[in-house]
């Protein structure tokens, strides 16, 4: 009985992920045997654990920014998080990630929609992860600073973000108006240090460092920082890479 509804659970989300198409899924979606169930982009599962292997997710309250199908989410509930809400625009997204939640039988974990650059949501938790969403389009488009506004309003204690150290100007989209003047103190030699205009806009009660370059088996990922209240040293004195 058990196995007929593990196979009919598979069935509905495979047939879900099909009609989403690869350029909606982020990650590669396995099943509870490994079994891939859709190509995704990037490493599988196991690698994405080497990548923020250096979070501490025990005990925790976890906000998950822009979800997807809940790699993440997944990964800090596994990782001892007693609370992960993740939050996505895309209500495809979301309808998946529950699914993929009741196959592997994932408890305290759930998903909303919600376009939270648009309508910050009035909650907060111990921890809240902005993944695989900082990219050139939020960075050209102005939308950085409304990403680490985000952050910063739900979380309690950390804040973790990917996001490249750096961008050549050259290698952007053409920056929207006045980005060039707000972005300009960390601007040099034709590129954009981003890792450290964020903690600059984060300002002083948030202090963080870099614990993952990016490279995993092969891939080449954006770097993790950590920004917390209660860390003694900042992310430029710990030596962060531009």
């Not at 045997?33 to 995704?40: I, K, M, P, R, Y």
């Not at 990630?97 to 910050?120: I, N, Q, S, W, Y």
Request: charged fraction near 25%; aromatic fraction near 8%; proline fraction near 4%.
């Amino acid at each position: 009985m058990e196995d007929a509804l593990r196979r009919q659970q598979t069935e509905r989300l495979v047939d879900h992920l099909e009609r989403m198409g690869p350029g909606r899924v982020w990650r590669p979606v396995v099943d509870r045997d490994g079994t891939v169930l859709a190509e995704g982009g990037g490493p599988l599962p196991d690698n994405l654990e080497e990548y923020i292997s250096g979070v501490d997710f025990a005990g925790k309250s976890v906000v998950d920014l822009g979800s997807n199908l809940g790699f993440y989410s997944f990964l800090a509930a596994r990782r001892g998080a007693r609370r992960v809400l993740g939050l996505d625009i895309d209500a495809d997204a979301v309808l998946g990630a529950r699914m993929l939640a009741a196959l592997h039988g994932m408890g305290g974990v759930d998903f909303e929609v919600c376009d939270f650059l648009k309508t910050p949501p009035s909650i907060k938790a111990d921890m809240v992860l902005a993944i695989d969403f900082i990219g050139r389009a939020v960075v050209a488009k102005g939308r950085l600073d409304q990403v680490l506004a985000t952050v910063a309003r739900l979380a309690r204690r950390e804040i973790v973000l990917t996001m490249r150290a750096v961008y050549p100007l050259e290698g952007l989209p053409p920056l929207e108006p006045g980005l060039r003047e707000r972005y300009a103190k960390h601007i040099s030699d034709g590129k954009f240090h981003a890792a450290r205009y964020a903690a600059h806009a984060l300002g002083h009660a948030w202090k963080g460092r870099t614990i993952h370059e990016g490279r995993v088996d092969g891939y080449v990922l954006k770097s993790v920082l950590v920004f917390s209240s209660n860390v003694a040293e900042t992310w430029e004195e710990q030596g962060g890479s531009s």
